[in-house]
């Protein structure tokens, strides 16, 4: 069989100089990247040559592992639909992962929802995990400057800190971590050195051979408390909204946990109403919820801006927490106002930012209540 579909897509992203090259040729020696299509920006940009077995049509290369390495000469809706009909029509013989590398001035969001949001991609492919590559020498004054770079670690995760050894302060490394983290509390952080095929990918929803999800690691393990790094004294000490240079300062990760099923009526209408009006704002979203017509089998929601990917079900609940968790992170959303719109579907009174030990009490109680 050529390909099980839908394929895991892992997206490769970070600023222009973060070593996202050097991390593509290390992870293309790996066997456990056999049978992977590698989609980069700029063929010249990675230096595959000794893996090169010969030049195929349509920018495609065949490589000696049993890669496939593409390059973007057009949309890449164009080059995923190409590699599906290679594969359909068996040009390709296995294709059992897609590894896409933006360019380092991207914003990662039209990446995502070129995935997640195409009618027919999103029956060959499923968005696996994004990987955001950060430099520990430029990265600081890079997010101070550049919004992308801000949305490449808040969409991420998988964060990997590359030429750490070149910073002398240890403190200025851990510094950079901290931030990473307030930026992205449910990514987990890397350094270069210390990461290979297995850490960096299957990073997504379930393990496709067991069917299972795995909702703390993929939501990420304090995403059930990440609103709290911007309330109280912790947003004031990180409030720099005097420097308009400081983009993180724009960017808020919050979870919405309910402890009671939803009608899919009540959360369908909900996430619509968020995403058509504020969209652009949200970075990414991702939870799972218990429904009020199927409560035995979750719904996994998963959205980009406006887009959101049609809602799966899984077979059964991975653990013994039930209800609704769904994490939130967007730029420039003010984040009372998602609590209360929520509120106001679940008919619960108006809900303002929580308190931090009723919620560790009982993680399943509606935030702020």
Same mark, same amino acid.
């Given at each position: 069989?050529?390909?099980?579909?839908?394929?895991?897509?892992?997206?490769? @992203?970070?600023?222009?100089?973060?070593?996202?090259?050097?991390?593509?040729?290390?992870?293309?020696?790996?066997?456990?990247?056999?049978?992977?299509?590698?989609?980069?920006?700029?063929? #010249?940009?990675? #230096?595959?040559?000794?893996?090169? =077995?010969?030049?195929?049509?349509?920018?495609?290369?065949?490589?000696?592992?049993?890669?496939?390495?593409?390059?973007?000469? !057009?949309?890449?809706? *164009?080059?995923?639909?190409?590699?599906?009909?290679?594969?359909?029509? #068996?040009?390709?013989?296995?294709?059992?992962? &897609?590894?896409?590398?933006?360019? #380092?001035?991207?914003?990662?969001?039209?990446?995502?929802?070129?995935?997640?949001? $195409?009618?027919?991609?999103?029956?060959? +492919?499923?968005?696996?995990?994004?990987?955001?590559?950060?430099?520990? &020498?430029? !990265?600081?004054?890079?997010?101070?400057? $550049?919004?992308?770079?801000?949305?490449?670690?808040?969409?991420?995760?998988?964060? &990997?800190?590359?030429?750490?050894?070149?910073?002398?302060?240890?403190?200025?490394?851990?510094?950079?971590?901290?931030?990473?983290?307030?930026?992205?509390? %449910?990514?987990?952080?890397?350094?270069?050195?210390?990461?290979?095929?297995?850490?960096?990918?299957?990073?997504?929803?379930?393990?496709?051979? @067991?069917?299972?999800?795995?909702?703390?690691?993929?939501?990420?393990?304090?995403?059930?408390?990440?609103? $709290?790094?911007?309330?109280?004294?912790?947003?004031? *000490?990180?409030?720099?909204?005097?420097?308009?240079?400081?983009?993180?300062?724009?960017?808020?990760?919050?979870?919405?946990?309910?402890?009671?099923?939803?009608?899919?009526?009540?959360?369908?209408?909900?996430? *619509?109403?968020?995403?058509? @009006?504020?969209?652009?704002?949200?970075?990414?979203?991702?939870?799972? &919820?218990?429904?009020?017509?199927?409560?035995?089998?979750?719904? =996994?929601?998963? %959205?980009?801006?406006?887009?959101? $990917?049609?809602?799966?079900?899984?077979?059964?609940?991975?653990?013994?927490?039930?209800?609704?968790?769904?994490?939130?992170?967007?730029?420039?959303?003010?984040?009372?106002?998602?609590?209360?719109? +929520?509120?106001?579907?679940?008919?619960?009174?108006?809900?303002?930012?929580?308190?931090?030990?009723?919620?560790?009490?009982?993680?399943?109680?509606?935030? %702020?209540?």
């Amino acid at each position: 069989m050529a390909a099980q579909f839908p394929i895991p897509v892992s997206v490769i @992203t970070g600023f222009l100089g973060a070593g996202k090259t050097t991390l593509l040729n290390r992870l293309l020696k790996d066997p456990a990247l056999v049978d992977t299509a590698v989609i980069i920006n700029e063929f #010249g940009d990675v #230096g595959i040559d000794h893996l090169l =077995v010969e030049q195929a049509t349509d920018g495609v290369i065949e490589l000696s592992d049993g890669c496939l390495c593409c390059t973007v000469r !057009g949309e890449l809706v *164009d080059t995923l639909a190409d590699l599906v009909d290679r594969v359909q029509n #068996g040009r390709i013989e296995r294709l059992a992962r &897609v590894v896409i590398e933006t360019t #380092g001035l991207a914003d990662p969001a039209p990446v995502l929802q070129s995935i997640m949001g $195409h009618p027919v991609l999103l029956q060959a +492919f499923r968005l696996d995990g994004v990987i955001t590559l950060v430099d520990a &020498v430029n !990265g600081p004054d890079t997010l101070d400057a $550049h919004i992308e770079a801000v949305k490449q670690v808040a969409v991420a995760d998988r964060i &990997v800190i590359t030429k750490a050894d070149l910073v002398e302060d240890k403190a200025d490394l851990a510094a950079l971590a901290e931030r990473l983290k307030a930026i992205n509390p %449910g990514a987990r952080q890397f350094a270069v050195d210390a990461v290979d095929s297995a850490s960096l990918l299957a990073c997504g929803l379930y393990d496709p051979t @067991t069917k299972t999800a795995d909702v703390q690691r993929w939501l990420g393990e304090e995403a059930d408390h990440a609103h $709290h790094r911007h309330d109280g004294h912790h947003h004031h *000490d990180h409030d720099h909204g005097h420097d308009e240079h400081r983009h993180d300062a724009r960017v808020r990760s919050f979870s919405l946990t309910h402890a009671a099923p939803v009608p899919f009526s009540t959360i369908s209408m909900f996430l *619509d109403l968020l995403l058509s @009006t504020h969209g652009d704002k949200v970075l990414r979203l991702k939870g799972i &919820v218990e429904i009020a017509e199927d409560p035995a089998r979750p719904l =996994v929601v998963h %959205g980009v801006q406006k887009i959101l $990917h049609p809602p799966a079900r899984l077979p059964k609940w991975p653990d013994d927490v039930r209800g609704m968790r769904l994490v939130i992170i967007a730029v420039d959303l003010p984040e009372d106002y998602v609590r209360r719109t +929520f509120a106001a579907f679940v008919n619960q009174p108006s809900i303002d930012t929580p308190d931090r030990a009723a919620l560790e009490n009982n993680p399943l109680a509606i935030a %702020g209540r």
